[in-house]
C-alpha cells in the first residue's frame, strides 16, 4: 500500500520533470559559458608554452612542474597560509565573542552594535585599503600621530615584515561583523528551551554561552572557515591597492599567487604559465575546503561516538 | 528573545545593571570599526595642505567639503561621474540578472524531479569553491581570444552567475512554494510556466530581494574582475578608478594634490551601499540565516 502511493508521487514528480530543465536551463548555460568554460580553457592552455623560437609548443605537465619548484609561487602560496593562520582565528574568535555578547541580552542598544559592525562589510575592499593605507601612511599617517601623541613606538606598518599584519588587520576590519552576522543568526534559531531549562538550574549567562551556546556553533564554524579558506588563499585587492603607499620591497608582484598570476598575464605577457598558476591556486583553495570540512566531519564522529 | 540581563542582579544604572564589563568590551571594539570611517568624514573636509599638517582624527580649519567634492566631480573632465554611474548600471544589471537566473533555476531544482538534477545541484555547488579570482584570469583568457574585453558586458556578463543565490534560492523554495500549492494550481488546469509566473514568483520574492542585494554588494565592490578585463578609464567602475586614482597619488608623493580627491571619492563610493544595506536588513540577515542553518 505504502509502496503504492510512493510510486503515485514519483509518478507525478517526474511527469513534470522535463519542466525542471527548462527552469534551470538559463542559469546552467551561463554557468556552464562562465565557469566551466574558462577552466576548461585555462587548463587547455596551461598544457602549452611560449617560445622565442618555435611559438608554441605542447609541454603536458610542463608548467605545472615549473609552478611547483617555482620559489615565486611558493612563497606566495606559503605568504597566504600564514596569513590564514594569523589573520582568521583572530576574527573568527571576535565574531564568536561578538555574537554570544549579542545573543546573551546583556548590551546596550544591541541593534546598533549589530549594525555598526556589519557596516565595512557594505564598504569595498578598495576603500577599506586607501582608508587604512592613508591610516598607515607615514605621508598622511593619522595613526603614526595618535601613537606617537600618547608616547608610543609607532610600529612600521609598511616595511617588509610589518606589512603582512598591517593587512591582516584591513581584513578583519573587513570581514569581523560579516561572519558574526552568520553566529549570531546560528545562535538565533536555537531553541530557546535549550538554555532555559538549564538557566533554571542555576547556570550563569557565562556557563550558558560556552557549555550550551559555543559547541552548536560548530556549522556556522565551517561555513566560515570555508569562506574563509576561499577569501585568505586568494588575497589580491589589498596587497595590490597598498602596493603603490608601501612599494616594492614590502609588497612584490608575486607577494599573493593572485598577484603573481595577474602579473604574468598582464605584465610579464606568459599566458601559459599564468594559466597554469590560477589554475594550480583554484587547486589549492579546493584542498583548503576539503581539508576544513574533513577535519570538521571527524571532530562531529567523535563528539558522537 | 530571552533576555538574561534582566535578572542579573542589582539595581542602579541600565549600564550597570547589565554588565559593565561586556558593554566596554564591546564599545570598545565599536570605535575600532568606526575609526576608519570616521577618519575618512573628517579627512573629507579638509583642504590637501590641512590634511598633512592637522591632527589627523579631528576637523580643521578651512572646512573644505564642498569644495572636495567638486573636486572630485571635476578631476579629470569629470572622469568620476561616469566611474559613479558605470558601478551603478553593472551592480544593477549583474543584480537583476543573476536574481532571475537563480530564482528559476532555484525554483527548478526544488520543485521538479528530473534525472541529471543531482550531477547539476552537484557540480554548480561544487563551483562556490572555486575562487572568483582564480576563475578572472581564465575568463579573461578566454574573452580576449574572441574579442570580448574592454566593455562593459565583460564586467556584467560574468557576474551573472551566482552559485551561492542558486543554493539560497532552492533552500528558500522547498520551504516557501508548497508542493500542495502547486499541485491544486495543475488541477485547476494551469501550466508550469503560469503556476511559476502567478504563483511560485510571489513567494519567493523576498529571496529574489536578498540575491539581488548580495549580488549588488559583490559587483559593486568587485575589482579583479573589471581591473582584468577593462583598459579604456571611461568603463571603469568606481574600485578601479579609485585603486587608479590612490596609486598616483602616492607616486606623486603628495605633489599631485590628489588626496583629497581620493578621499572625498571614496566617501562618496561608499554611501550607497552603506544606505542599501540600513534600509534593506530584514533582507541580507535572512539571508545569512539561511546559510548558517543549513550547513
Known amino acids: ?14 511527469r513534470h520533470g522535463k519542466w525542471g530543465y527548462v527552469f534551470v536551463a538559463p542559469f546552467m548555460i551561463m554557468f556552464a559559458a562562465m565557469v566551466l568554460g574558462p577552466l576548461g ?20 605537465m610542463g608548467n605545472y612542474v615549473d609552478a611547483v619548484t617555482d620559489p615565486a609561487f611558493l612563497s606566495g602560496v606559503a605568504r597566504v597560509a600564514s596569513f590564514f593562520l594569523i589573520q582568521v582565528p583572530v576574527m573568527l574568535a571576535l565574531a564568536v565573542v561578538f555574537a554570544l555578547l549579542l545573543d546573551s541580552g546583556r548590551l546596550l542598544a544591541p541593534k ?7 557596516v565595512p562589510y557594505a564598504v569595498p575592499s578598495v576603500v577599506a585599503a586607501i582608508m587604512w593605507g592613508s591610516l598607515y601612511s607615514p605621508r598622511i599617517g593619522a595613526l603614526g600621530q595618535v601613537l606617537h601623541g600618547i608616547g608610543l613606538p609607532v610600529p612600521g606598518f609598511f616595511t617588509p615584515s610589518g606589512i603582512l599584519p598591517s593587512i591582516a588587520n584591513i581584513v578583519t576590519w573587513e570581514f569581523t561583523g560579516y561572519n558574526m552576522i552568520i553566529f549570531y543568526a546560528a545562535l538565533r534559531a536555537l531553541p530557546p528551551e535549550l538554555y532555559e531549562a538549564a538557566a533554571i538550574d542555576g547556570a550563569g549567562p557565562l556557563v550558558i554561552a560556552l557549555r550550551i551556546k559555543l559547541p552548536r556553533l560548530r556549522p556556522a564554524l565551517v561555513l566560515t572557515l570555508i569562506f574563509s579558506v576561499i577569501g585568505s588563499f586568494q588575497l589580491f585587492n589589498e596587497p595590490n591597492v597598498l602596493a603603490s603607499a608601501a612599494g616594492p620591497a614590502a609588497i612584490s608582484s608575486s607577494w599573493t599567487p593572485n598577484l603573481y598570476a595577474y602579473t604574468l598575464a598582464f605584465s610579464d605577457n606568459q599566458v601559459n604559465y599564468a594559466a597554469a598558476i590560477s589554475f594550480l591556486l583554484g587547486f589549492v583553495i579546493f584542498m583548503g575546503t576539503l581539508i576544513v570540512m574533513l577535519v570538521a566531519s571527524s571532530v562531529r564522529r567523535r ?3 | 528573545m530571552t533576555d538574561y540581563g534582566a535578572d542579573v542582579g542589582g539595581s542602579g544604572s541600565p549600564f550597570v545593571r547589565k554588565g559593565i564589563v561586556p558593554n566596554l568590551f564591546m564599545w570598545a571594539f565599536l570605535i575600532y570599526f568606526a575609526l576608519p ?25 578651512p572646512f573644505n567639503l564642498a569644495e572636495n567634492i567638486r573636486g572630485v566631480f571635476s578631476y579629470d573632465n569629470g572622469v568620476f561621474t561616469h566611474w559613479l554611474i558605470n558601478s551603478a548600471i553593472y551592480a544593477v544589471v549583474s543584480a537583476g540578472g543573476a536574481a532571475v537566473l537563480a530564482t ?13 538534477k543531482r550531477m547539476l545541484f552537484g557540480t554548480v555547488l561544487c563551483s562556490i569553491m572555486v575562487p572568483a579570482t582564480a576563475l578572472a584570469v581564465p575568463t579573461y583568457l578566454l574573452f580576449s581570444k574572441i574579442g570580448f574585453v ?14 551561492f543565490g542558486i543554493y539560497l534560492m532552492r533552500i528558500y523554495a522547498e520551504q516557501a512554494v508548497p508542493q500542495s500549492l502547486i499541485d491544486s494550481a495543475r488541477i485547476d488546469g494551469a501550466g508550469e510556466l503560469v503556476i511559476f509566473a502567478r504563483i511560485a514568483s510571489r513567494l519567493l520574492a523576498p529571496a529574489f530581494v536578498t540575491v539581488v542585494l548580495f549580488t549588488l554588494v559583490a559587483t559593486w565592490n568587485n575589482y579583479f574582475l573589471p581591473l582584468v578585463m577593462l583598459s579604456n578609464p571611461k568603463y571603469y567602475p568606481l574600485t578601479v578608478g579609485l585603486a587608479q586614482e590612490y ?5 606623486g608623493g603628495g605633489v599631485t594634490l590628489l588626496d583629497t580627491v581620493v578621499i572625498a571619492g571614496s566617501l562618496i563610493s561608499i554611501i550607497p551601499l552603506v544606505a542599501a544595506f540600513l534600509l534593506l536588513q530584514r533582507f541580507w540577515q535572512s539571508g545569512l540565516t539561511a546559510g548558517a542553518e543549513r550547513y
Open chain 1, 1 to 14: 500500500m505504502t509502496g503504492q502511493v510512493a510510486g503515485k508521487q514519483a509518478r507525478r514528480l517526474t
Open chain 1, 303 to 305: 563528539a558522537a561516538a
Open chain 2, 150 to 163: 574592454d566593455n562593459p558586458l565583460s564586467v556584467i556578463v560574468p557576474s551573472l552567475v551566482s552559485p
Open chain 1, 41 to 60: 580553457y585555462a587548463f587547455y592552455l596551461s598544457l602549452f608554452s611560449q617560445h622565442l623560437i618555435g611559438g608554441t609548443v605542447f609541454v603536458g
Open chain 2, 104 to 116: 528559476l533555476a532555484g525554483y527548478g531544482f526544488a520543485r521538479y524531479e528530473f534525472s541529471a
Open chain 2, 37 to 61: 570611517l570616521f577618519w575618512l568624514i573628517v579627512a573629507s573636509t579638509k583642504t590637501n595642505s590641512s590634511l598633512f599638517s592637522s591632527a589627523g582624527f579631528w576637523f580643521a580649519h
Open chain 1, 112 to 118: 546598533f552594535l549589530r549594525l555598526a559592525l556589519f
Open chain 2, 247 to 251: 596609486s598616483l597619488a602616492n607616486a
